[in-house]
């Protein structure tokens, strides 16, 4: 049996363990290349999980299987509150908490642990984040994403949470690798 069936599989005991058996031809699976810090990603309203070729890869079974089940769940508590909310919302009504207990319960109903994270050594496949060290009132400075640094250097300004300071380009330019 091949990967996609077995995960087609597993889609399908959960959505039969909640009770749900018609989602599990709605839900879609892709896979992604970029994503190498989480193994797998659920976007409950278009009902689709995103999984990690990279972390795919490096994991064992076990794992894989864990992922699969815990995006389902969370695409599941998610559908089965909007199905019984449907019609009665108001504003106070907020949907289940990602790793509330409803998702816990089923996590454990299907016959998984209900973690949030997974254990796999990502090191190798982590892409280096690079940060930019910009000026305020503090000794140290700021490290700044690229998306951010884009902004200042477009004229917004923003203020040091700790001197109050405006946050400043450096006179030299600084790279960071995290």
Known sequence: MNEHHQIADL????????????????IEV????????????????????RLSN??????GDEVNQDTVVHETCHILVYWEWANRARGRLKSADRPPRPH?????????????EPKRCHSVDTSAIRKKRIRYRFDCGCKEGHLVSRQLTAKIRAGRQYVCRLCSQRITRPSVEQVVFI
């Open 11 to 26: 889609i399908q005991m959960v959505c039969e363990t909640a009770g749900m058996p018609g989602m599990a031809q709605q």
């Open 30 to 49: 892709q896979w992604s290349n970029r994503m190498t810090r989480c193994a797998g990603k659920a976007y409950l309203h278009r009902k689709l999980i």
């Open 54 to 59: 990279p972390i795919w890869a490096l994991a």
């Open 100 to 112: 509330g207990s409803e998702w816990q319960q089923l996590m454990r109903k299907c016959g998984y």
